[in-house]
């Protein structure tokens, strides 16, 4: 079972930061949370992972929290093009463990 | 383009037909995975291969039959599928399985008839 909780849609106008918000509250001191997404159809595209310490790259951010129960996944100009189901996952990064996917959150760019 | 490529992108079978999926990335990954899609349901691993041998077998009924003959390639063999096979399949690769992000393929779209 996934171990993330996740809203099940949202929506964001184009041009506006999208803010995916993510639940995690069992996490595992050894577990990183990650982002994929996927585009109507097609494979999910990995995003961004981060184990305590924000991340960003060319894609997005991530904040979590200091607690590490929840993280924010952020989209900083989202265009048409980010609407897709976006997915938080935690895993384990230094032994084999399986990608579980849950729902995700459907992200609606509105013009 | 992720550098996993799935063939064919759609496959119309008849519940008696055998046929293969086929998955391949050159991306010097050692670890493969089949993930299967239905409609409106999240992705439900299936296989998982490190170092082509299978470490991950999620309860999937015998009529799916899965092959890694190396790192590179993975086939799904399918025989005497039901209606209720029909899914979107996807092929991962990630170098090991312990914490690399995976990259995905575009998946073959299944209909069984």
């Known amino acids: 079972d996934a171990k993330t909780t996740q809203p099940p849609s949202m929506d964001c106008a184009e041009g506006r930061a999208a803010n995916l918000p993510c639940n995690h509250s069992?996490?595992?001191?050894?577990?990183?949370v990650y982002w994929y997404r996927q585009i109507h159809s097609q494979g999910p595209q990995y995003i961004i992972h981060?184990?305590?310490n924000n991340e960003t790259n060319e894609m997005a951010s991530l904040i979590i929290t200091e607690d590490r129960k929840s993280s924010t996944l952020i989209l900083p100009h989202a265009t048409l093009r980010d609407t897709a189901v976006y997915y938080c996952?935690?895993?384990?990064?230094?032994?084999?463990?399986?990608?579980?996917f849950g729902k995700g959150t459907r992200l609606h760019i509105l013009p | 383009e992720t550098g996993v490529t799935q063939t064919p992108r759609h496959l119309v079978m008849g519940m008696t037909n055998k046929k293969s999926l086929k998955c391949e990335q050159h991306l010097g990954h050692n670890a493969m995975y089949w993930y299967k899609q239905s409609a409106k349901k999240p992705l439900e691993l299936m296989f998982v291969y490190s170092l082509e041998e299978r470490v991950e077998n999620n309860s999937v009924p015998s009529r799916f039959s899965p092959e890694c003959p190396n790192s590179s390639h993975l086939f799904l063999h399918l025989h005497t599928l039901q209606p209720e096979d029909s899914a979107l399949y996807l092929c991962?690769?990630?170098?090991?399985?312990?914490?690399?992000?995976?990259?995905f393929g575009q998946g073959t779209r299944l209909t069984v008839v």
């Open positions: 069992t996490i595992s001191g050894n577990e990183y």
């Open positions: 991962a690769s990630s170098y090991g399985t312990g914490g690399s992000e995976a990259f």
């Open positions: 981060g184990l305590k």
């Open positions: 996952i935690v895993r384990v990064a230094w032994r084999d463990d399986k990608i579980i």
